[in-house]
């Protein structure tokens, strides 16, 4: 990923989703399948981290999550499923 093109950063940051969409993601509403990917990679992302190191928590962050908080409850049922 020399700039940010397949990795988690490339998928889910704002700029990505805006890339993508051609709107910021407080533009898109709650059902736009753009949220499906972003909640995917990051339950992938959330479901390694709690295998590799154990965590009993994984902290999430960033502009896109803080507004939409819906997206965190997606996440952590998408990374549950397979602990």
């Not at 704002?14 to 990679?41: C, I, K, Q, Y």
């Not at 709690?50 to 896109?64: P, Q």
Request: hydrophobic share 45%; aromatic share 4%.
């Amino acid at each position: 990923c020399p700039f940010h093109g397949g990795c988690v950063e490339g998928i889910i940051a704002g700029p990505a989703l805006a890339a993508r969409t051609g709107r910021s993601g407080e533009a898109l509403d709650e059902m736009h399948p753009v949220w499906n990917p972003f909640v995917h990679v990051l339950a992938r992302l959330v479901h390694t981290i709690v295998l590799t190191g154990a965590s009993e928590r994984v902290a999430l962050g960033g502009g896109v999550l803080a507004n939409r908080p819906g997206l965190v409850a997606r996440v952590e049922a998408a990374a549950g499923g397979g602990l």
